[in-house]
């Protein structure tokens, strides 16, 4: 017995898992280099920067499994992106407007004006 | 014997650990921070603030693992995801900046406290496999909330619509924050308001939230990204063990009950909560 799920939950679907599969490769890959010391550390020498800032320092080990974690990060703002299409065609209007009220939601928090810290 | 120079040791238990977090996670709902955060701050020589960081990545990749074996299997529904995922993204936010404002000694202490909370939701919590909904509300007919999924234990396709949509979404508003502030995923209080207040099947509750978490935690790791909270050496071995877990947990949750996870992880976290507020 197959339950017929929406397309948009399929295409969400299909984004989050080759998204998950890459980003397990490339984790791990870059986690190897990092621990091996292949790239130099970063964190041993200095404070971690606030905001983007660290994207500079991905040359460093430490800040290139940074940037993979952030790939993952993006993801469900791809799966929405990638969904809100499909919602206009089926003129799916309160959807719509949620999908890119959340799109909107989750770029403020990755704008990184929103810092705090102690 | 400095414990700190078998570094290796850390990563690799860390790893072992969230891999086996990662499958019980699944099958409770849950992201896994819950247990994650008292465990690994407790027992492993790191500090607070990047043990947080860490149980973030593993409540959010945890849960994007298991996102498309849920969602292709119908266990978990977008519909009824999306409204309630941007009203708590949008509250973790405030938490998470409240939880990062606040000093490391009082932030422990509210886990604490938060922790022997959230038990004492998981264990008088009452459960319903399969709930009764005689008439779904208005806004859950206008958002068009119902579904039907293959319960494979008995092999029979089940149909399910809720209500008390409107209350659910307040309720929404509260556990965005607490998930934000103490980086502890949300799937303790998902679970059982999706369930209990809701009425959706236990097994969509638990995969929705489970797949809730993918969104809401998103805007939290953002947050902490840029906060400077977030340790490769401990996040990476943790993310990689929880998403390997959450690909098995999937399978297994699609033949078994979720319920009885849900008290061994409420009786494994009491024990984390006494020890913190202590």
Same mark, same amino acid.
């Given at each position: 017995? %197959?339950?017929?799920?929406?397309?948009?939950?399929? #295409?969400?679907?299909?984004?989050?898992?080759?998204?998950?599969?890459?980003?397990?490769?490339?984790?791990?890959?870059?986690?190897?280099?990092?621990?091996?010391?292949?790239?130099?550390?970063?964190?041993?020498?200095?404070?971690?920067?606030?905001?983007?800032?660290?994207?500079?320092?991905?040359?460093?080990?430490?800040?290139?499994?940074?940037?993979?974690?952030?790939?993952?990060?993006?993801?469900?703002?791809?799966?929405?992106?990638?969904?809100?299409?499909?919602?206009?065609? $089926?003129?799916?209007?309160?959807?719509? #407007?949620?999908?890119?009220?959340?799109?909107?939601?989750?770029?403020?928090?990755?704008?990184?004006?929103? #810092?705090?810290?102690? | 014997?400095?414990?700190?120079?078998?570094?290796?040791?850390?990563?690799?238990?860390?790893?072992?650990?969230?891999?086996?977090?990662?499958?019980?996670?699944?099958?409770?709902?849950?992201?896994?921070?819950?247990?994650?955060?008292?465990?690994?701050?407790?027992?492993?020589?790191?500090?607070?603030?990047?043990?947080?960081?860490?149980?973030?990545?593993?409540?959010?990749?945890?849960?994007?693992?298991?996102?498309?074996?849920?969602?292709?299997?119908?266990?978990?529904?977008?519909?009824?995801?999306?409204?309630?995922?941007?009203?708590?993204?949008?509250?973790?936010?405030?938490?998470?900046?409240?939880?990062?404002?606040?000093?490391?000694?009082?932030?422990?202490?509210?886990?604490?406290?938060?922790?022997?909370?959230?038990?004492?939701?998981?264990?008088?919590?009452?459960?319903?496999?399969?709930?009764?909904?005689?008439?779904?509300? %208005?806004?859950?007919?206008?958002?068009?909330?119902?579904?039907?999924?293959?319960?494979?234990?008995?092999?029979?396709?089940?149909?399910? %619509?809720?209500?008390?949509?409107?209350?659910?979404?307040?309720?929404?508003?509260?556990?965005?924050?607490?998930?934000?502030?103490? #980086?502890?995923?949300? &799937?303790?209080?998902?679970?059982?308001?999706?369930?209990?207040?809701?009425?959706?099947?236990? %097994?969509?509750?638990?995969?929705?939230? $489970?797949?809730?978490?993918?969104?809401?935690?998103?805007?939290?790791?953002?947050?902490?990204?840029?906060? &400077?909270?977030?340790?490769?050496?401990?996040?990476?071995?943790?993310?990689?063990?929880?998403?390997?877990?959450?690909?098995?947990?999937?399978?297994?949750?699609?033949?078994?009950?979720?319920?009885?996870?849900?008290?061994?992880?409420?009786?494994?976290?009491?024990?984390?909560?006494?020890?913190?507020?202590?």
């Amino acid at each position: 017995m %197959k339950v017929e799920v929406p397309k948009e939950q399929l #295409v969400y679907a299909r984004i989050l898992w080759y998204g998950s599969i890459v980003s397990i490769v490339a984790i791990t890959a870059a986690y190897i280099v990092y621990i091996t010391g292949i790239l130099p550390h970063y964190i041993e020498l200095t404070n971690t920067p606030i905001g983007w800032e660290w994207l500079r320092l991905v040359m460093y080990g430490d800040f290139l499994n940074l940037l993979l974690l952030t790939f993952l990060s993006f993801l469900t703002i791809v799966c929405y992106l990638a969904i809100i299409p499909l919602l206009v065609a $089926k003129k799916d209007f309160i959807y719509f #407007v949620i999908a890119l009220v959340e799109v909107l939601v989750l770029l403020l928090a990755a704008s990184g004006l929103i #810092v705090a810290g102690h | 014997m400095d414990l700190t120079a078998l570094w290796w040791f850390w990563i690799l238990l860390l790893f072992i650990f969230t891999f086996l977090l990662g499958i019980l996670a699944v099958m409770a709902g849950v992201g896994g921070g819950v247990l994650f955060t008292p465990i690994v701050g407790s027992f492993f020589p790191f500090h607070l603030d990047f043990v947080r960081g860490a149980g973030l990545f593993v409540a959010l990749t945890g849960s994007l693992a298991a996102g498309p074996g849920l969602l292709r299997r119908g266990l978990a529904n977008l519909r009824l995801a999306m409204p309630m995922a941007l009203i708590a993204s949008t509250s973790s936010i405030a938490g998470a900046l409240v939880g990062l404002a606040m000093s490391t000694n009082i932030v422990q202490v509210f886990l604490g406290l938060a922790i022997i909370f959230i038990v004492f939701v998981m264990l008088r919590a009452k459960k319903a496999e399969f709930s009764v909904v005689e008439k779904p509300d %208005k806004l859950s007919q206008v958002l068009k909330i119902s579904g039907l999924y293959y319960e494979e234990s008995s092999n029979e396709l089940v149909e399910w %619509k809720v209500h008390r949509t409107w209350q659910t979404m307040i309720l929404f508003v509260l556990i965005g924050f607490i998930a934000g502030m103490f #980086v502890l995923g949300a &799937g303790w209080a998902n679970v059982p308001v999706l369930n209990l207040v809701m009425g959706t099947p236990l %097994k969509i509750a638990a995969g929705t939230s $489970k797949f809730l978490l993918s969104i809401t935690d998103t805007s939290a790791a953002f947050v902490y990204l840029t906060s &400077g909270s977030v340790l490769a050496l401990i996040t990476i071995p943790s993310v990689l063990g929880i998403m390997l877990g959450s690909f098995i947990g999937v399978r297994l949750l699609a033949n078994s009950s979720a319920l009885c996870w849900c008290e061994e992880l409420a009786k494994r976290a009491w024990d984390m909560g006494v020890k913190y507020e202590s």
